[in-house]
C-alpha cells in the first residue's frame, strides 16, 4: 500500500533547503501517531516527507536515530513546558504544582507521538546520552516542585526528595499513559485525567503530612 493510501495520510509542510531535519522529524511524528515508533521505515518518513530515499541519512544513520531525535526534541519541549507550568513555585507551591500536573497530561494529550517515543524502552541507546540530559531538566522541574512541597514539614519528617520526585513522576506517567493519551480509557471513567491526578495527589501528599490534615510519613497511622 502507497504511504498516500493511508488512512488519515497528511503530507507534512514542503522541504526547503535547510529544514530537511524538522520536516522529516514532523514526518515521524505522524508515522508514529498513526502507526506506533516502530511501525513505519525511514524510506517512508522520507517519502511522508518529499524528499528522496537516500536524503534522511544526511541527518540519521537509520530509523530508530530519527526516533531518538523526535524523543530528544520531545524530552526539550515537556521540560519547558513544565517549568512555565510550575513558574518557580508562584503564587503559591500548591497551586503552582496543580499547575505542573495539568501541564504534564496535556503534554502527553497534546503531542502523543513525542510522548510514546520518549518512553519506548526499545529504543534505548540510541542518543541515549542527549535524551538522558534533557530528560532530567523535566525531572529536575518535579524535583523541585518536591523541594517546595516538602518545606511544609518539619526537617527531620521530610521523606527523601528524590524518591517522592520518582513518586509524583510515576502517578503523572500512569495516568497521562492510561487516560490522557487514550479517548476510548477516558470515556469508561466518569473523572477527567485532571481530577483523577489531583485527586491521587491529594492522598499521596496527605499521607505525608504535607497537606493539612495529613500524618507525616513516620507517624501514626489515621484511625479507620
Not at 29 to 37: N, S
Not at 185 to 195: C, G, L, R
Request: hydrophobic content about 45%; proline content about 8%.
Amino acid at each position: 500500500m502507497e504511504l498516500s493510501d493511508r488512512p488519515g495520510w497528511r503530507r507534512p509542510r514542503s522541504y526547503h533547503h535547510g529544514n530537511l531535519k524538522e520536516v522529516l522529524l514532523e514526518a515521524a511524528r505522524k508515522l508514529i501517531e498513526q502507526h506506533g515508533a516502530l511501525g513505519f521505515s525511514l524510506t517512508e518518513a522520507a517519502r511522508l516527507a518529499g524528499v528522496s530515499p537516500a536524503a534522511p541519512y544526511r541527518h540519521f544513520r537509520d530509523r530508530d536515530a530519527l526516533l531518538a531525535e523526535v524523543a530528544r526534541v520531545g524530552f526539550e519541549r515537556f521540560a519547558a513546558r513544565l517549568d512555565l507550568a510550575w513558574n518557580n513555585g508562584v503564587p503559591t507551591p500548591l497551586s503552582a504544582f496543580e499547575n505542573l500536573g495539568r501541564a504534564y497530561l496535556a503534554f502527553a494529550r497534546e503531542e502523543p507521538a513525542s510522548y510514546a517515543v520518549m518512553f519506548e524502552s526499545e529504543l534505548a541507546g540510541n542518543g541515549e546520552a542527549a535524551q538522558s540530559a534533557v530528560a532530567e531538566r523535566a525531572f529536575d522541574v518535579l524535583n523541585r516542585a518536591a523541594v517546595a512541597l516538602c518545606r511544609a514539614l518539619p526537617e527531620s519528617e521530610r521523606p527523601p526528595v528524590k524518591l517522592l520526585s520518582l513518586h509524583i513522576w510515576a502517578m503523572s506517567h500512569g495516568v497521562a499513559t492510561l487516560f490522557a493519551q487514550s479517548g476510548r480509557q477516558t470515556a469508561k471513567v466518569p473523572m477527567t485525567p485532571e481530577d483523577i491526578l489531583e485527586s491521587a495527589m491529594l492522598i499521596y501528599l496527605k499521607g505525608l503530612g504535607i497537606l493539612p490534615g495529613g500524618t507525616p510519613a513516620d507517624g501514626p497511622m489515621p484511625a479507620p
